[in-house]
């Protein structure tokens, strides 16, 4: 499968992409961070974030961009409150580029009290001596994807690891004290019973760890899961089961405490991701490394997905990374996205926020009309101060927001 | 320009071609000189054939041989002009063309009509033998003869044509030409020894087929009047120069600059061309009896032309019209709508200006405006069969630049009312009140089948449980038999002739044609989407397979129709009561697994997509039914 770096999908004049100098004029005092790694020592079959085998070992190279594109960050930055570093796979880092990379972090930012600085980590890459590192360093918070404890269904993503090092690994993490600890499971794999799913919530309930974050397989596109779903390798998990390991899920995990802040995400109290919750919550971030999506002064933006273009690109331009996607200001885009990311927390919509944005473009009206045919259906909770969704709401989260986003779109007569 | 003065010899320095000499005169124009015929001279003659046997590349061969086409111009196909028939190889259109040819030191004219091959067009080939007074028919040496072979010398036979039956493509080694003579002799009665070996591809057998085709062939029937009495075999629009229309003279004398009268609609026009394809059209300043040819006159519209009418002269009219031939009567139906994708080609008025210009063309298919409740308005359209249909959709959508939906064929029936007034129905919906009305009658066809003995159990089969009465079962050769059934033409528009072809691995052949109405046991089935009836859905079947037919349409559309947050029933119902019902399962979740900081954008864009296709669907009973579903559910399919 994919084994090497994607190709370029955008292209600007003269064979030169704007950067992020622009998008970052007059951007200050953001407080939470992406780092985004790109490289894996095997692509999984149903990934599309964007990874790849690095048969070149570019990591110094890669280290020392990243290095010039945080520096450039830092000015843009506050105090962080959240960090994140995500891939790929972050832990394939090599301990001594780790020190250096939360060194550099350390010197060119602020940190704020109590900020929640994440790695993820593949459970086959994690040592000892790196959890040693990353704990020495500040980070404070791993999330380690585990998918299944099924080995078939494993072999079925194309995941490798081995089911056991998923304990490992949390265990090393808590060892060498990094206090909070997270996992990734799948679920709706071609050929699993709910049965086959209740074990492995039962496993990770067994494991050290304070947050879940349980994901109903998706066939994005361009995976090779996908063609392999299109080549009829395998058939697609039926709707009415995927609907109840989605229930058995909801309920299993909030008897055992882990409660449901988003859709696909469960946690003890207080356990929440606050890196996660800056997103949901449309709040600012800023993104390096290839790929690092950012969201600041109202913008939106993607660093260029593809590792050699975003390495010559920061090195061309002292540390701005070539960009894509770029998206300017625009209260109706941040109005439709608060209302499709928002309904997806547990805490909902703040409905006095979301009025107010509303009522801007003349077109509270008409959602509010859905929002109440959405409480008087159930989907929505009666709670005045909050657009919520109901446990029942939250099984058809995307018709509501879909509703209320074509509600915020239409003209307002006159 | 050739658009203009269609009548191009451009190249001066050339050798005149065909029966005609034309030169250049000082002012441009062209002069044309002719070689007076005698009528004992002329022969009228159709080549016919089934699909594929090589008409129309022995029609290129006999232009090469009497060089009216230089080896160096010679490209296949020469009379299928149109791109679409080219590559679906067949002949839409029939085109005559005059040539010359001399034997023995006489010259003879030879006027020839390429026709259709194909089942839907026997209305063509009849028209086209209307002219003739001889037919040359084409058999595969490597194939045999066909149901359309079958079906068009019987044509032939019945307006007593000679015919010169001639065994095609002996260049091949897979060539029979022994056995395949005898096939024409045991199913059509032409003797063996007559028939000509020939190949259109090497050319050998070519000259003999010229030669018989002036020996044998009778000429022209001597004139019955000294008064112009000119047939109407086809007529075609052209672009640049309006209406051109086909003629075969029988008696008297046409000239340009006559004013003439079209007998049958009265109306009169003036002459202002006449001329011959050469193929190249060619003008001529007259035509007397015998001859084939074109004529213009400044006809606005093919509407203004009836095929079969007699042209005669408006100041000395002929007292009666030549017998003509009956119209093609439309008996399947399709609507057609704009596709609802955005875009260009996607409006109900781009569609209705491509219907204008293909009906200026084809007058064979009619179209009235629709509107359906599910795909909003649209033209509900008339074809001589289902090829016809194919070929129409094809033509809107190349030649017109639409993009169209298209529903599945019906049949015309006859409904007799209570009060013995007779309808014709098309379209299920309008179907009044089963009270009002005795009798419902469903066209009937007579199909003669051509298969490998082998397959003949199977296909007697497949045509029994169409409703099919056996006729006949009649031997060509050790190995093919001809079988005839009468089946209602509703059983076959669907997938009868897929069936057949899949069942006897490609070998079987096919033709039919609509002997009658019979009254039958019929029904219209409703179908209701969560309790609300669906005109657009309706369909007419017999009664005793209608909840058959029934299910399987509800499987289909379960399968199109999204989960609702709530349960829908699927019902299908003859007058009330319900013979076959599918339910659709409430659905569980609608909800994106994943949704980090990346995603954001695009995921706003997959939920403002996923409104946009909610906006383009039709709310049925609170029921979003997408256009698709109405699609797959009227495709032919089982
Ligand atoms: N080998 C060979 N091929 C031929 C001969 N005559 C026609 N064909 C081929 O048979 C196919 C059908 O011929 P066509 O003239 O289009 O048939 P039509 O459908 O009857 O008009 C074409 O591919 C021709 O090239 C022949 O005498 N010999
Ligand atoms: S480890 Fe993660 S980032 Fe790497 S290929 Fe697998 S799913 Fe994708
Ligand atoms: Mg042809």
Known sequence: MSQTERQPTELTLRGQRATGEGALRGVRGVGSLYVHVPFCFHKCHYCDFYSFVDSRDRQGVFLERLKAELGVLAGHAGALRTVFVGGGTPSLLRAELWEDLLGWLRERFAFGEGCEFTVECNPETVTPELMGVLAAGGVNRVSVGAQSFDRRHLATLERWHEPENVGRALAMARDAGIERRSLDLIFAIPGQTLGEWERDLETALGLPVDHLSCYALTYEPNTAMTKRLERGEFAGADEDLEADMYERTVEMLGSAGFERYEVSNFARSGMACAHNMVYWRGEEWLAAGPSGSAHAGGQRWKNVPHLTEWMDGVARSGGYSPIVDYEGQDALRALCERIMLGLRLGEGLDAEDLQRRAASLGVWEAVRMRIEAHRRSGMLTDERERVRLSGRGFLFADGIASDLMIAAQEKTPG | MARSGYDRCSRPSEKPVGVFGCVIGASGAVIVTINPASIMQIRNFSIIAHIDHGKSTLADRLLQSTHAVSDREAREQFLDDMDLERERGITIKASAVTVKHMVDGEEFMLNFIDTPGHVDFSYEVSRALKACEGAVLVVDSTQGVEAQTVANAYLAIGQDLQLIPVVNKIDLPAAQPDEVAMEIEQILGLPAEDCIYCSAKTGEGIDELLNRIC????????????????????????????????????????????????????????????????????????????????????????????VGDTVTQDSNPAAKALEGYEEPKQMVFCDFYPSTTEGKGNSFEELRDAMERLALNDASFTYQPVHSEALGFGFRCGFLGLLHMDIIQERLEREGGVEVVQTAPTVTYQLELTSGEVLEVHNPADLPDPSTWRELKEPIVRTEIIVPREYVGDIMALCMARRGVFKSQTALSETRQMLTWEIPLAEIIYDFYDKLKSMTRGYATMDYEIIGFNPERLAKVDILINGAPVEALSFIAYRDTADKRARGLLVKLKKEIDRHQFEIPLQAAIGGKVIARETIKAMRKNVTAKCYGGDVSRKRKLLDKQKKGKAKMKSIGSVEVPQEAFMAVLDTGE
Do not use: Q
């Open chain 2, 215 to 306: 020996r044998d062939l009778p000429g022209p029937r001597p004139p019955e009047t000294d008064k112009l009495r000119a047939l109407i075999f086809d007529s075609h629009y052209d672009d640049y120069r309006g209406v051109v229309v086909y003629i075969r003279v029988f008696d008297g004398r046409l000239r340009v600059g006559d004013k003439i009268r079209m007998m049958g609609s009265g109306r009169t026009y003036f002459c202002t061309e006449l001329g011959k394809y050469t193929p190249k059209p060619t003008k001529v300043a007259e035509m007397g009896p015998g001859e084939t040819g074109y004529l213009i006159a400044s006809i606005k519209t093919l509407a203004d032309v009836r």
